[in-house]
T-cell receptor, first 113, second 115 residues
Framework: AQSVTQLGSHVSVSEGALVLLRCNYS??????LFWYVQYPNQGLQLLLK??????LVKGINGFEAEFKKSETSFHLTKPSAHMSDAAEYFC???????????FGKGTRLSVIA | GAGVSQSPSNKVTEKGKDVELRCDPI?????LYWYRQSLGQGLEFLIY????????KSGLPSDRFSAERTGGSVSTLTIQRTQQEDSAVYLC?????????????FGSGTQLSVL
């Protein structure tokens, strides 16, 4: 069965600093990988997804993630954090259209002024 | 509607009572999912409806939990004999199809509190 592990339930960065949120996956077949974001008092929304095309995927709000098969990772990065990036971020994996999207436990990002 | 609608937004119930949570997916979306979000546990998959296929119930935590989807649209998640550990936010999501890379659209959730 597929799964994702998000390292760090809470990450705190200074405004303008690099954001790095870690996600490692486990899957016996090539997966599709996703990052979703949940802003305070809002529903989850898709940030970006990897679907076996380019390994470097760009998403909304300046975020990007790189699929690294050798490391079974799909870490999320942003060069410069903004206060508005404070949210909870979820990594997710799917291996077929017949299986559900499986989420990690989430990482809460705090941005300090 | 414009988005996934869930009702009620908040539900407080007493231990042992049954509750029903409703989800109205985006019109035309064939796939519907229920997840449970509790502190420190992330999003826990509960059940997945895909078109006319039999639902994937593999995530339901016990036989007290059940869900149905009528007419390929509205879905109801029922929790019987609620327990305090059932307290969580229950999220519904829908997608246009059931393809691999389909984007899920989430509702705002139902906050369930079992006293």
């Amino acid at each position: 069965a597929q799964s994702v592990t998000q390292l760090g339930s809470h990450v705190s960065v200074s405004e303008g600093a690099l954001v790095l949120l870690r996600c490692n996956y486990s899957s016996s077949v090539p997966p599709y990988l996703f990052w979703y974001v949940q802003y305070p008092n809002q529903g989850l929304q898709l940030l970006l997804k990897y679907t076996s095309a380019a390994t470097l995927v760009k998403g909304i709000n300046g975020f990007e993630a790189e699929f690294k098969k050798s490391e079974t990772s799909f870490h999320l990065t942003k060069p410069s954090a903004h206060m508005s990036d404070a949210a909870e971020y979820f990594c997710a994996v799917r291996v077929s259209g017949n299986t559900p999207l499986v989420f990690g436990k989430g990482t809460r990002l705090s941005v300090i002024a | 509607g414009a988005g996934v609608s869930q009702s009620p937004s908040n539900k407080v119930t007493e231990k042992g009572k049954d509750v029903e949570l409703r989800c109205d997916p985006i019109s035309g979306h064939t796939a519907l999912y229920w997840y449970r979000q509790s502190l420190g546990q992330g999003l826990e998959f509960l059940i997945y409806f895909q078109g006319n296929s039999a639902p994937d119930k593999s995530g339901l935590p016990s036989d007290r939990f059940s869900a149905e989807r009528t007419g390929g649209s509205v879905s109801t998640l029922t929790i019987q004999r609620t327990q305090q550990e059932d307290s969580a936010v229950y999220l519904c999501a829908s997608s246009l199809g059931s393809g691999f890379g389909e984007k899920l659209f989430f509702g705002s959730g139902t906050q369930l509190s079992v006293l």
